[in-house]
């Protein structure tokens, strides 16, 4: 069988910020001549250590920051500034706090001029979705972290975008929520097979969710090595495959590659 097409295309994309301290101006160079494909329906997952540059790169794909040279590829296709094709899930969920859950679903098919029933009942289909139905006439301030994240990929997903990228969804949960919403996350693409880039800084999670994980080089960030992830889906728990010997090989070699010291990038 035919490998599934690709969905979106990294090429050679760099990004340096000017810093300014007082009078003082200096370069600092994020990311350099980073490549990797994402196929169609899969999960791919950036990981590295803090300063490497993955959520830059996340925030580059989805046109929130321009790149400074390289390219971004959807479909073949170069793009240059944020669109409905790519959906944003943030660290923490900004659910807007006078809406409820179904209206807050519904943001962003009202800015694009739905008409008030079908986007109601839109909401409510990715409400179900996400097992929140009987959320729907909750205000964020009455819902748990792990719930208000769980609108916050509805909410990326009403749009339907041919790309979801996810910036650490998770990270500021506890462990046993995390490991709830990583499964939910796993039920959810086996529904919509959404091609999605997902930054982590949890090896067990990468490994679990991705089909392939892209290790970011220390800064400037650059690719040390894509791995991929050799588990079929459906996957076990998470708790489960944990014991297998390959997943405990995958991490352990993960973990080297990030904890090696970097080697020094002329500029």
Known sequence: MSA?????????VTKTFRVRKGSDTS??????NVNFDVRQGE????IGE??????????????LIRLDSGDL?????AVKRSGRDRGFVFQQASLLPWRTARQNVEFGLELQGMPKQARADRAMQLLELVSLAHAADQFPHQMSGGMQQRIGLARALA?????LLMDEPFSALDAQTREVLQTELMRIHAQTAKTTLFV???LDEAIFLSDRVVVLAARPGR?????????AHPRPELTALRGDPAFQAIRAEIWSLISTPPVAVAA
Request: charged share 20%; glycine share 8%; net charge positive.
């Open 4 to 12: 599934p097409p690709i969905k979106l295309s990294v090429r050679n």
């Open 50 to 63: 803090s300063g490497c540059g993955k959520t830059t790169l996340l925030r580059i794909v989805q046109g």
């Open 200 to 202: 982590t800084h949890d």
């Open 159 to 163: 749009i339907d975008p041919a790309i």
């Open 43 to 46: 999960i791919v997952s950036l």
């Open 27 to 32: 370069l600092l160079n994020v990311l350099r």
């Open 223 to 231: 690719v040390k090595k894509i791995i991929d992830i050799p588990f």
């Open 73 to 77: 590829l959807i479909d073949g296709a």
